[in-house]
């Protein structure tokens, strides 16, 4: 059993959070960050050349991480590679230790920093969670056999504020077919709504981590409303940052307001700090999630 499955079914109210390997070969910062958060986050996101800008590959990041006794979650993305590809590099992860997954189908290329670069797309989130699942059961996608099988906790992603909701709950529910055990979303700011998507989703008994970006500014907030499809934060969030004299300890009682609104309605809460990782435990502390796990 994976080690962030193991968690989920301890009730325990699960802790994720995303790290980017570097672009380039120096890892200091980034085991910097997992080692001060080691204490108030259960797995870490390795993200695979996040917003398709080019990056260290995340497989061999993971690697890494368990040897300095830290979790991560390995993002598999169909964007770089083939099916052929993917399924290799699976392989190589399990070899390597990792036991957690989170699928995706990936950013287009031409929104990064190599434009003119070739989008694969071989496989979609879908897609790869059904090689995954054939892997798992000691067989590539051709159905040919493995010698040895590999064995995951396999998520994939979620979006609760979808402008066509049935259709992204109908595409859940495909991927809980394909094989996810559980799901990390799009940021959620809106506690009244995401409620209303997890009661929608309850039937599938699966368990979702809630995503949250923090907001480091106003302009930040209207620029997620105008560029990220799926998110809406709200005017009134937006107007608490345009007027804090302290924009960091608001962001804080922001992030941890809703993490105490949505608590009892998810398995836990997925944090993309987008380089303010140092302010996770200010989160987690003010939320009360850190008094509440003895952490």
């Known amino acids: 059993m994976s080690n962030l499955t193991e968690l989920m079914n301890s009730k325990r109210f699960v802790v994720t959070a995303e790290l980017n390997p570097p672009k380039g070969a120096d890892l200091k910062s980034l085991f910097g960050h997992a080692d001060a958060l080691a204490d108030s986050v259960d797995a870490f996101n390795i993200t695979d050349s996040a917003s398709s800008r080019m990056a260290?590959?995340?497989?061999?990041?993971a690697h890494l991480l368990l040897s300095?006794?830290?979790?991560?979650?390995?993002?598999?993305?169909?964007?770089?590679r083939n099916r052929i590809a993917i399924q290799a590099d699976l392989l190589s992860a399990h070899a390597l230790g990792i036991t957690d997954l989170v699928c995706m189908t990936g950013d287009p290329p031409n929104a990064g920093d190599h434009p003119e670069a070739k989008a694969v797309f071989d496989l979609s989130g879908v897609a790869i969670l059904?090689?995954?699942?054939?892997?798992?059961?000691?067989?590539d996608m051709m159905g040919n056999p493995l010698t040895g099988a590999p064995s995951f906790g396999v998520g994939a992603v979620v979006n609760p504020g979808a402008p066509?909701?049935?259709g992204e709950?109908?595409?859940?529910?495909?991927?809980?077919?394909?094989g996810a055990q559980f799901f990390q979303t799009q940021a959620v700011y809106e506690p009244d709504v995401f409620g209303e998507f997890m009661d929608a989703v309850r039937p599938f008994n699966v368990p979702v981590l809630a995503g949250l970006i923090m907001l480091k500014s106003a302009s930040m907030a209207r620029w997620l409303n105008s560029n990220l499809p799926g998110i809406s934060v709200?005017?009134?969030?937006?107007?608490?940052?345009?007027?804090?004299?302290d924009r960091v300890q608001k962001s804080v009682e922001i992030s941890a307001r809703i993490i105490r609104d949505i608590k009892g309605l998810c398995a836990g809460v997925h944090i993309m700090p987008i380089g303010w990782e140092s302010r996770i435990p200010r989160v987690l502390h003010t939320s009360g999630i850190t008094a509440e796990r003895g952490s």
């Open 130 to 139: 059904q090689a995954i699942t054939a892997l798992q059961a000691g067989q």
């Open 234 to 245: 709200p005017d009134h969030l937006i107007q608490e940052m345009e007027n804090a004299d």
């Open 56 to 61: 260290m590959a995340p497989v061999g990041v």
């Open 169 to 178: 709950i109908q595409r859940m529910e495909q991927k809980i077919e394909a």
């Open 164 to 166: 066509d909701l049935d």
């Open 68 to 80: 300095r006794g830290i979790t991560p979650i390995l993002q598999v993305t169909g964007r770089d």
